[in-house]
Structures are given as structure tokens and as C-alpha cells.
Nanobody, 114 residues
Framework: QVQLVESGGGLVQVGGSLRLSCAAS????????MGWYRQAPGKQRELVAS???????NYADSVKGRFTISRDSAKNTVSLQMNNLKPEDTAVYYC????????WGQGTQVTVSS
């Protein structure tokens, strides 16, 4: 059974940076898309950034120019570089990888303090 494990969350001040990483326990083949979602208290889970199997990226308007999604196929990881963090970025961030199945990580907390 494939497991996704996120790391890199934490507490950071406004304007700071964090890098989230997501590692799959085994190789995932025929990836259609991978992405990062977030869920703040009292809000629905939302897409932050995604990358198709072909490498096309997509970002939520609120993070464009600040966040960058990347992948390392050899290491079976997907990362999210987050710069110029704002208090509204505070949320639990979830990694997602999708082929014919949909895999989710357990989530990692990101807290941006002002």
C-alpha cells in the first residue's frame, strides 16, 4: 500500500519561507497529477499547486509568484517551496498524487505568525 509522508511544516514569521516535501513509500507509476492542497480551520480544502504527469503546473491565484511546486521522479518526491508567507497561508497542507488511484498524505501544519 502506497503511503505519502509530508515533512517541512512548522511555524514561520510573515515574509519567511518553508519547503514542504512529500515522499512516496514506493514508486508510483503512470502519474496523472500531483499536487498540494491546504485546509484552514473552518474552510474547505483547496488546491494550492499542481503538476501534471507531463510537467504542466497550476497555482491558486493567492500563491502565484510565491509558491513553486517541483518533483524529483528519481526520489519519488514532490515538493512545495513557499516564499513570502502570509498569515492567510496558515493551514494544514496535504500532498496528493493521482494515477488511477488517489493518494493523500497525512498533512503537515504550516503556521505563519504576524
Amino acid at each position: 500500500q502506497v503511503q505519502l509522508v509530508e515533512s517541512g511544516g512548522g511555524l514561520v514569521q510573515v515574509g519567511g519561507s518553508l519547503r514542504l516535501s512529500c515522499a512516496a513509500s514506493t514508486k508510483i507509476f503512470r502519474i496523472k497529477a500531483m499536487g498540494w492542497y491546504r485546509q484552514a480551520p473552518g474552510k474547505q480544502r483547496e488546491l494550492v499547486a499542481s503538476m501534471t504527469g507531463g510537467g504542466t503546473t497550476n497555482y491558486a491565484d493567492s500563491v502565484k509568484g510565491r509558491f513553486t511546486i517541483s518533483r524529483d521522479s528519481a526520489k519519488n518526491t514532490v515538493s512545495l517551496q513557499m516564499n513570502n508567507l502570509k498569515p492567510e497561508d496558515t493551514a494544514v497542507y496535504y500532498c496528493n498524487i493521482r494515477n488511477v488511484l488517489n493518494y493523500w498524505g497525512q498533512g503537515t501544519q504550516v503556521t505563519v505568525s504576524s
